[in-house]
């Protein structure tokens, strides 16, 4: 039970009622892809590996046990793999911001963590890259 405070009693109009979400995530989705800067980045495939994390307002009618009822991670997922093979990137930014955007493109997911690591770019590091946060405006 919410406690009463200055700001609910003196305003109570003002009061929302919190938003339910859950979270659906994809871990370790690994791409052969071309990215990067250097020269033999632009013809030769590297793995890059992809952790999602996406904010998802909840249904507002019941699940039904029903998969078109839920944020598909399979469709996102196949999205993305589509994305990172379909052209070359320069930038894991630029790939974190691509696969966002894919994310966001579902009106359910109302913010998105998307993790991009490069996995045999640097020597003696398990992976590089960035990661990113994203959500509606």
Partial sequence: MNKPTVANVLFPEKMTRPT?????????????????????????????????????????APLADNYKNVVCYETIANHIMDMAKSEHVNLVETLAEKAAAICLNNERVSLVKVKVEKLNAIKNTTSVGVEIIRGRS
Avoid: C, W
């Fill in 20 to 60: 339910s979400t859950h979270q659906v995530f994809i871990t370790d989705l690994m791409v052969d892809m071309l990215i990067g800067v250097y020269t033999h980045e632009k013809s030769t495939p590297q793995p890059v590996r992809f952790n999602i994390e996406m904010t998802v307002l909840d249904a507002p």
